[in-house]
């Protein structure tokens, strides 16, 4: 095993900028560190190019005109970790019960290396334990038959291709569930849900061309130098422009602040750096929609003061309202003015495309500042000055991430990203769209075909007519639902195409208890984890391929495909030797468990492994339009785009046009016991040392840690208030349902700069504290950004 790091910790050193020698120093370490073989360098070149590899880390676009070396710190972690020689092989397995792998940390049991052939857990010596291919289809099978299809759970992470997702919903259907859980319930479900009720677009509007036309970009709640990097790239050339980038964030993120291009010589040698945010705003956790709403109040005031001074075209100086009432606005509409600007709103544009401006306009008049400046923990100043640049520009990009959809209001934050670009019909033109940066590589992907526990955003009647069965109609589990259905005891079996379920999820306390009580878990992985440390009465664990492996059948080599953050889909070939011969790859896996269970549906199968072209083809004859050419196009230079109305400016809503959509407060309702003194607001994050729950170091060097992740992020004037000096150790412990206790002990106090009343610590040794029901209503993402806790001194020393 691993050792624990014998490093001392190192907490507060300055980080350095994005990318940079910090950048190249992180990515050699963990290619010696993998032991990746010689061919590592070179198959990185290959890593989204055309017709290379797509990246395994994040979604981020792969452009047309490639850099010479398309890749980043986090594309090359993620690429060692997965053609590295380390094996967890037999000899691992003979070696180690499951009850000793139980106490091993994340980052030990996946540093083992790739798993090397299929396994069966073995009760008598508590081990995993070697198994024929087909015998483990066969009890699946056999297991799966004997239980409802709703006792199932058929889980996916974000990492699976578009053929093999198709594959594995349509087995999940004929099966006859739609207990399809994926890994944007906890992510970008808030998107999925707020998006189309705003806009009628159920991901985002902006492609890459974007980043090349906005004047301005808002940059909300997003990490970029540490979860999409390759997008520095972008924001670094549009900076280059001119472009200023306003950027909204709970924490001063180093990556988000200055930018080294690791790939420009000239830079790395003469330390040139590129400032990237012109404008940076530290909201409060959840204070999002009070911010949005005070820029929404500048603007909205300042062009009430226009309109009753008579002025609705401006130009020079002409503005002079005459409402002296309200000097902030009128002094705001006369900036706006002398930047010889038409109308702070576009009114066209709200006329012809939207509906609800005026409920929305009443209620931001309504709010008063001191109320959005105590939830945003802006300034006044600071959201008139915002709104200043926003009506100072023709063509606004506005991007967002995690900040905004794990939240209680997480479908609320999206409805006011959206409500904010509608005021100045910020999108469906060149440079003004809607860009929501996604996790997983092909995590919008999935559910483009069909991994969704929503009936209706599947074409049900087409899957019939194709592959004569009755698909089931009811709705399924998303993975909250899953969460409660295992508590709960009626959940029997839960399949996993990759990810770790058990640690990405809340409550792991209860939820660790009941996933032993499972009849079946089946695992699909390329790592061991704790999901298949920890694991159900009869339980698998299936090793496949990863992307970059060479996937050999019948018909040759095959290709796969994916769906990146801004829609467009893109072919994907394996250069790397497979990591051991008994592996299979993830379409040969889910077939061979849908052939050994279902009893109906005429769908090839076998042909289907043999040569993938022809999941694509029926891919393409289930959704015609979306993937028109699809296996002509598969290499086309920069992907195929998919077709995306809202860009167009047509409305797929109810009402036709597009909805300003008015929260109906400006921070979500937390119980009483939540307000008392003491208690901070938690938001859990990611170092730019791990990818989700795949932990491939303790050194977050952006925020200056090295050595451990067991920390507490504070400000300085809260460590003070509630008795603490930095480097104290301390246990977090939930402060809602506290009849319940969660808690997670032994984290160091780490003075930074964070609002007052916030805290942030990383993810996942947090999860134990997150209660199930801490989810938003509407789209059941967990609140993962904003958890009352209390901090008490700690008797335990930091784990690392
Ligand atoms: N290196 C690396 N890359 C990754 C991943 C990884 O784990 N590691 N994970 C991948 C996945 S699946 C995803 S979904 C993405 C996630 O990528 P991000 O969307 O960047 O998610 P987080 O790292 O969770 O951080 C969210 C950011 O929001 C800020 N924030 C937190 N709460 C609030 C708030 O209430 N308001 C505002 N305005 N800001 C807030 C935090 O300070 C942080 O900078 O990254 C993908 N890429
Ligand atoms: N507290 C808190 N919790 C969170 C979040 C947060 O911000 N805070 N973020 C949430 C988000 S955004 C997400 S997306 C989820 C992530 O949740 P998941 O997607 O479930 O988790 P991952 O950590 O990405 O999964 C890692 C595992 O995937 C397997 N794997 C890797 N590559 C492959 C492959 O090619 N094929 C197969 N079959 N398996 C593979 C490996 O075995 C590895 O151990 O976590 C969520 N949980
Ligand atoms: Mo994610």
């Not at 985002?204 to 390759?230: E, H, K, M």
Request: aromatic fraction near 8%; charged fraction near 25%; include cysteine.
């Amino acid at each position: 095993m691993t050792k624990n790091p014998k490093r001392r910790p190192k907490i507060g050193f300055d980080s350095g900028p994005a990318g940079g020698w910090g950048s190249a120093k992180s990515v050699s370490e963990v290619l010696l560190r993998e032991h990746v073989p010689l061919s590592g360098p070179t198959l990185l070149a290959e890593q989204n190019k055309p017709d290379g590899y797509m990246c395994v880390s994040c979604a981020w676009a792969k452009p047309a005109k490639t850099h010479p070396l398309e890749f980043c710190e986090n594309g090359a972690k993620a690429t060692a970790w997965e053609v590295t020689s380390r094996r967890a092989d037999r000899a691992f397995f003979e070696a180690h019960t499951l009850a000793e792998l139980e106490s091993w940390r994340d980052h030990d049991l996946e540093e083992q290396g790739r798993l090397t052939h299929p396994m069966r857990w073995d009760s008598e010596g508590d081990k995993y334990v070697p198994v024929d291919w087909e015998e483990a289809f066969e009890e699946i099978g056999r297991e799966l038959r004997g239980i409802s299809p709703k006792q199932a759970e058929f889980y996916t992470s974000g990492r699976a291709s578009l053929e093999t997702s198709y594959m594995y919903q349509l087995m999940a259907r004929i099966y006859g569930s739609n207990n399809l859980p994926d890994s944007s319930n906890m992510c970008h479900e808030s998107s999925s849900v707020g998006l189309p009720e705003s806009i009628g677009a159920s991901v985002g509007t902006a492609i890459l061309s974007d980043f090349q036309n906005c004047d301005c970009i808002f940059y909300i709640a997003q990490n970029v130098g540490t979860s999409s990097p390759r997008l520095l790239h972008d924001l670094q050339d549009a900076v280059d422009r001119g472009v200023k980038v306003v950027t909204f964030n709970l924490l001063k993120e180093p990556g988000l602040e200055r930018f080294i291009n690791p790939q420009a010589p000239s830079e790395m040698l003469t330390g040139k750096e590129t400032p990237i945010s012109s404008n940076y705003y530290q909201v409060k956790s959840g204070g999002d929609i009070a911010a949005i709403f005070g820029i929404s109040k500048a603007l909205i005031e300042a062009d009430d003061a226009l309109h009753a001074a008579g002025i609705t075209k401006v130009s020079g100086s002409d503005a002079e309202p005459d409402d002296p009432s309200n000097a902030a606005a009128i002094a705001f509409a006369a900036s706006i003015a002398a930047a010889d600007k038409k109308h702070v709103l576009d009114h066209d544009f709200i006329s012809t495309h939207t509906a609800g401006f005026e409920e929305f306009a009443a209620a931001a008049r309504q709010y008063q500042w001191e109320d959005l400046e105590r939830v945003s923990g802006l300034t006044r100043q600071q959201m008139i000055e915002a709104a200043g640049i926003y009506a100072a520009s023709d063509a606004v990009l506005i991007v967002y991430g995690m900040g905004l959809t794990q939240h209680l209001m997480g479908v609320e934050n999206v409805h006011m990203v959206a409500n904010l670009a509608l005021l100045r019909g910020n999108i469906g033109k060149p440079g003004a769209n809607i860009c929501a940066v996604r996790g997983h590589s092909n995590v919008q992907g999935q559910r483009t075909v069909g991994i969704t526990e929503k009936p209706g955003l599947v074409p049900l009647d087409k899957l019939k007519e194709l592959y004569k069965f009755e698909p089931p109609r009811w709705e399924g589990h998303t993975t909250v639902d899953t969460c409660k259905s295992i508590i709960e005891g009626e959940t029997k079996a839960f399949i996993s195409l990759g990810g770790n379920f058990l640690r990405a999820a809340p409550e792991t306390g209860a939820m660790e208890a009941a996933w032993r009580k499972l009849r079946l878990t089946v695992q699909i992985a390329t790592k061991l984890n704790r999901s298949h440390v920890i694991h159900g009465e009869i339980a698998y664990l299936l090793p496949c391929l990863g992307r970059i492996e060479i996937d050999e059948q019948a018909s040759g080599p095959q290709a796969v495909s994916m769906e990146s953050s801004i829609a467009h889909f893109h072919g994907s070939r394996g250069k790397a030797k497979p990591a051991s011969p008994e592996l299979l790859s993830e379409p040969a896996i889910v077939a061979g468990i849908a052939k050994a269970t279902l009893t109906q549906g005429e769908v090839p199968w076998d042909q289907w492994v043999g040569d993938y072209a022809l999941i694509r083809e029926a891919i393409e004859q289930t959704y015609p339009e979306t993937f028109k050419d699809f296996n002509k196009r598969l290499f086309q230079p920069g992907g195929i785009p998919r077709p995306l109305p809202a860009r167009e400016r047509k409305w797929v809503t109810q009402s036709g046009k597009a909805n300003f959509l008015t929260p109906p407060r400006l921070f979500p309702e937390l119980p009483e016991e939540a307000h008392a003194e003491g208690v901070l607001h938690l938001s859990t994050l990611r170092s730019n040392d791990q990818f989700n729950t795949t932990i491939y170091g303790y050194s977050d060097r952006f925020r200056g840690i090295d050595g451990t992740r067991q920390v507490v992020f504070m400000n300085g004037k809260d460590i003070a208030r509630l008795g603490f000096a930095a480097g104290d150790v301390v246990d977090l412990v939930t402060a809602m349902e506290s009849q319940k206790r969660r808690e997670v002990k032994g984290f160091r106090v780490v003075e930074y700069q964070i609002p007052e009343g916030c805290c942030a610590a990383y993810y996942p040794e947090t999860n134990p504290l997150f209660p199930l029901s801490h989810h938003s209503p509407k789209a059941k993402t967990p609140s993962y950004k904003l958890l009352p806790v209390r901090l008490t001194r700690s008797d335990r020393m930091p784990f690392n």
